[in-house]
């Protein structure tokens, strides 16, 4: 027995809880060793006192009251009570106080058990707070909804165990409607990214990882906006993944990412033009000079040579190729933006009615009789200022284009008419306000599908088969019109509906000028004036001395601006007709100016194998008279020297 009880007594001492047993008046009879620890207070000075003795103020109070409680029930209390100094400030215990009993079953004290939980009420406290920030947060979030999903073991369930009240301006539903069927905002999804979701779904659950995806969302309102939502899995007790996350509105962020994208592929564009340019800008030249001895000794002989000749359908192959060479030269250069074009007043209305005139419209139409074309011109069309060759060319490829998307047959309908604009046109930031003529081709084909038609205005982007239904520049060289034009292109698609392309070029108020009559070779015959060629290619020489010398003029020619200059001080003549671009030594301009200082007034004309260039205004504007390109024709030849001549000097 006696054992029994030094076991107890030291079972009491040594205990890891504050152990004490007070009497009737709550004066403490016993204590033990951690009492004194966490208390600071000894035995001798405990023992047959009183909580309210040992600790003055509120505290001593309600360890009393809470002793009295005990006492007076006559049965077991838990409670929590604390103690506070300065050097542990306030300190949290968890109390287990029940009645001692006399022999005669009367209350005479009680004994009491007390734990320290400190760190555990600390811990619930900041538990809260932290729930209360994250409530705080998830409800005042701006424009984001916090959630939580329960996925299951497997993965496949959708469970909203938590949604912020934010779900309502996110997404119009209650956080009881989402709580009761989760697949109401499933629903709200784009369905063509329910596939791509599903699958970033299963890869996250699989790898326990951050599930990070962007996807539209359609709104009850009937608005589209882009969304983002963001979670990361932990694991339930019961064996569940759940999905802390956040979803956020990401719309206006999306918008602007698409513009950067936007603006960066016109970069690259405007870059993969620049190369091309200069691409074609280095081999316009040479190509034109070669082209242009094709061309003109083709003409020379079919006029020597008489109709009913076998050569002569083998020479106008010759002819044509070398004028078709030409023209891709030339689109190159325009969609390039290097083709810097005269301009005159036109009525589109009669570009288009000229355009059908070709035998190109006839050859296109022949090869499609199953195509009807549908004119809806506007009576009342306003005038425009361009380049005659420019607009022709844009029509007849927006023609073609639509008429070989229909190759089982449909509709093209062409409509002109007067619009103001005011606002944005599509792909254009800026647009200037104004009245514009639009020019729209529409067909009833197979559509653009989305993937092609931000490449549709790239050189070379096609569809058809190369080198037979085009050479992928129609659509580069519209683009590179429109815009040389200063106007607009807005293209609709739909696919297996059709497609329509709306041009808008700016309005002029000034009149057309007088009709050309048709020009016979009389116009242009010379009168035996003295002709100077300067060109340092020497078939470029015999060619032009051929054409004129036919045209009763008396040639020579010399490879380079300074023997022109050593040539003219001894041989004055009436006209130059002077190669802008000569190598090696001076050039055209140089060539010019010199001239000038021998012979004051000289006429003279410009002839290039590439696009007008600031030195050949500079050149006409010290009296100069007509540029024209090469390749030229006999006739184009021969009505710019006439020009020239009659150019005062």
Same mark, same amino acid.
């Given at each position: 027995?006696?054992?029994?009880?030094?076991?107890?007594?030291?079972?009491?001492?040594?205990?890891?809880?504050?152990?004490?047993?007070?009497?009737?008046?709550?004066?403490?009879?016993?204590?033990?060793?951690?009492?004194?620890?966490?208390?600071?207070?000894?035995?001798?000075?405990?023992?047959?006192?009183?909580?309210?003795?040992?600790?003055?103020?509120?505290?001593?109070?309600?360890?009393?009251?809470?002793?009295?409680?005990?006492?007076?029930?006559?049965?077991?209390?838990?409670?929590?009570?604390?103690?506070?100094?300065?050097?542990?400030?306030?300190?949290?215990?968890?109390?287990?106080?029940?009645?001692?009993?006399?022999?005669?079953?009367?209350?005479?004290?009680?004994?009491?058990?007390?734990?320290?939980?400190?760190?555990?009420?600390?811990?619930?406290?900041?538990?809260?707070?932290?729930?209360?920030?994250?409530?705080?947060?998830?409800?005042?979030?701006?424009?984001?909804?916090?959630?939580?999903?329960?996925?299951?073991?497997?993965?496949?369930?959708?469970?909203?165990?938590?949604?912020?009240?934010?779900?309502?301006?996110?997404?119009?539903?209650?956080?009881?409607?989402?709580?009761?069927?989760?697949?109401?905002?499933?629903?709200?999804?784009?369905?063509?990214?329910?596939?791509?979701?599903?699958?970033?779904?299963?890869?996250?659950?699989?790898?326990?990882?951050?599930?990070?995806?962007?996807?539209?969302?359609?709104?009850?309102?009937?608005? #589209?906006?882009? &969304? *983002?939502? @963001?979670? +990361?899995?932990?694991?339930?007790?019961?064996?569940? /993944? =759940?999905? $802390?996350?956040?979803?956020?509105?990401?719309?206006?962020?999306?918008?602007?990412?698409?513009?950067?994208?936007?603006?960066?592929?016109?970069?690259?564009?405007?870059?993969?033009?620049?190369?091309?340019?200069?691409?074609?800008?280095?081999?316009?030249?040479?190509?034109?000079?070669?082209?242009?001895?094709?061309?003109?000794?083709?003409?020379?002989?079919?006029?020597?040579?008489?109709?009913?000749?076998?050569?002569?359908?083998?020479?106008?192959?010759?002819?044509?190729?070398?004028?078709?060479?030409?023209?891709?030269?030339?689109?190159?250069? #325009?969609?390039? &933006? *290097?083709? @810097?074009? +005269?301009?005159?007043?036109?009525?589109?209305?009669? /570009? =288009?009615? $000229?355009?059908?005139?070709?035998?190109?419209?006839?050859?296109?139409?022949?090869?499609?009789?199953?195509?009807?074309?549908?004119?809806?011109?506007?009576?009342?069309?306003?005038?425009?200022?361009?380049?005659?060759?420019?607009?022709?060319?844009?029509?007849?490829?927006?023609?073609?284009?639509?008429?070989?998307?229909?190759?089982?047959?449909?509709?093209?309908?062409?409509?002109?008419?007067?619009?103001?604009?005011?606002?944005?046109?599509?792909?254009?930031?800026?647009?200037?306000?104004?009245?514009?003529?639009?020019?729209?081709?529409?067909? #009833?084909?197979?559509?653009?599908?989305?993937?092609?038609?931000?490449?549709?205005?790239?050189?070379?982007?096609?569809?058809?088969?190369?080198?037979?239904?085009?050479?992928?520049?129609?659509?580069?060289?519209?683009?590179?019109?429109?815009?040389?034009?200063?106007?607009?292109?807005?293209?609709?698609?739909?696919?297996?509906?059709?497609?329509?392309?709306?041009?808008?070029?700016?309005?002029?108020?000034?009149?057309?000028?007088?009709?050309?009559?048709?020009?016979?070779?009389?116009?242009?015959?010379?009168?035996?004036?003295?002709?100077?060629?300067?060109?340092?290619?020497?078939?470029?020489?015999?060619?032009?001395?051929?054409?004129?010398?036919?045209?009763?003029?008396?040639?020579?020619?010399?490879?380079?601006?300074?023997?022109?200059?050593?040539?003219?001080?001894?041989?004055?003549?009436?006209?130059?007709?002077?190669?802008?671009?000569?190598?090696?030594?001076?050039?055209?301009?140089?060539?010019?100016?010199?001239?000038?200082?021998?012979?004051?007034?000289?006429?003279?004309?410009?002839?290039?194998?590439?696009?007008?260039?600031?030195?050949?205004?500079?050149?006409?504007?010290?009296?100069?008279?007509?540029?024209?390109?090469?390749?030229?024709?006999?006739?184009?030849?021969?009505?710019?020297?006439?020009?020239?001549?009659?150019?005062?000097?």
């Amino acid at each position: 027995m006696r054992k029994n009880r030094q076991f107890l007594s030291d079972l009491i001492e040594y205990s890891g809880a504050l152990i004490f047993v007070k009497d009737h008046e709550g004066r403490y009879e016993m204590i033990n060793r951690k009492w004194e620890q966490v208390t600071g207070r000894m035995r001798q000075d405990t023992i047959g006192r009183t909580d309210e003795e040992m600790f003055p103020g509120p505290v001593g109070r309600q360890f009393c009251q809470n002793d009295r409680e005990v006492m007076e029930s006559g049965s077991v209390r838990e409670m929590v009570e604390f103690l506070e100094d300065d050097v542990h400030g306030k300190r949290h215990f968890l109390s287990v106080k029940f009645p001692v009993r006399g022999d005669d079953g009367t209350v005479r004290g009680l004994c009491g058990m007390t734990t320290e939980i400190t760190e555990r009420v600390r811990a619930e406290e900041a538990l809260r707070e932290s729930m209360e920030r994250l409530r705080s947060v998830s409800e005042n979030l701006a424009d984001g909804m916090v959630y939580q999903i329960d996925s299951g073991i497997d993965g496949k369930k959708r469970n909203f165990t938590y949604v912020s009240p934010a779900v309502q301006a996110l997404h119009g539903l209650t956080v009881e409607e989402v709580i009761e069927n989760p697949l109401l905002i499933y629903h709200q999804l784009d369905e063509k990214y329910l596939v791509f979701l599903a699958e970033s779904e299963a890869e996250a659950f699989a790898a326990k990882s951050r599930l990070d995806v962007e996807v539209p969302v359609h709104l009850p309102s009937g608005e #589209t906006r882009w &969304r *983002r939502f @963001v979670s +990361s899995p932990r694991f339930h007790e019961n064996g569940s /993944v =759940i999905w $802390d996350g956040i979803e956020l509105d990401i719309h206006e962020r999306h918008l602007q990412g698409e513009k950067r994208r936007e603006l960066e592929e016109r970069l690259r564009r405007a870059e993969k033009m620049e190369a091309l340019g200069t691409l074609a800008g280095g081999v316009a030249h040479d190509l034109n000079n070669v082209l242009g001895i094709l061309v003109g000794y083709s003409e020379l002989l079919l006029d020597e040579i008489s109709q009913d000749n076998y050569l002569r359908e083998h020479i106008e192959k010759i002819l044509n190729s070398g004028v078709r060479a030409a023209a891709i030269v030339q689109d190159l250069l #325009t969609l390039a &933006r *290097r083709g @810097v074009h +005269s301009e005159s007043v036109l009525h589109l209305n009669q /570009v =288009i009615a $000229d355009c059908r005139k070709t035998p190109e419209y006839e050859n296109l139409m022949e090869k499609h009789p199953r195509i009807r074309v549908e004119m809806n011109l506007a009576v009342d069309l306003l005038n425009i200022k361009g380049s005659l060759s420019h607009l022709q060319k844009t029509f007849m490829n927006l023609l073609t284009n639509a008429v070989e998307a229909m190759p089982e047959g449909g509709q093209v309908t062409v409509m002109t008419a007067n619009r103001t604009l005011d606002g944005p046109v599509q792909k254009y930031d800026d647009v200037r306000e104004g009245d514009y003529v639009l020019l729209s081709v529409s067909d #009833t084909g197979e559509g653009i599908p989305e993937t092609d038609m931000k490449h549709i205005f790239e050189p070379f982007y096609t569809k058809k088969v190369m080198g037979r239904s085009g050479t992928g520049l129609g659509l580069a060289v519209v683009w590179g019109t429109v815009k040389d034009h200063r106007g607009y292109i807005d293209v609709r698609s739909e696919v297996g509906k059709g497609t329509t392309f709306m041009l808008y070029f700016p309005v002029t108020r000034q009149d057309l000028a007088a009709t050309d009559v048709a020009i016979s070779l009389s116009d242009y015959m010379g009168n035996e004036e003295a002709i100077l060629i300067v060109d340092d290619i020497e078939e470029q020489r015999e060619l032009a001395s051929r054409m004129l010398g036919k045209l009763n003029y008396r040639v020579r020619s010399v490879s380079s601006g300074e023997a022109a200059v050593e040539d003219m001080k001894n041989n004055p003549v009436d006209l130059v007709v002077l190669d802008m671009i000569m190598h090696p030594g001076i050039d055209g301009l140089d060539t010019y100016k010199r001239i000038l200082e021998v012979c004051p007034g000289q006429r003279a004309i410009i002839v290039s194998g590439f696009s007008a260039t600031d030195r050949v205004a500079q050149a006409q504007s010290l009296g100069a008279g007509p540029y024209i390109r090469k390749p030229y024709t006999l006739e184009k030849l021969g009505l710019a020297v006439r020009e020239g001549l009659q150019k005062k000097s």
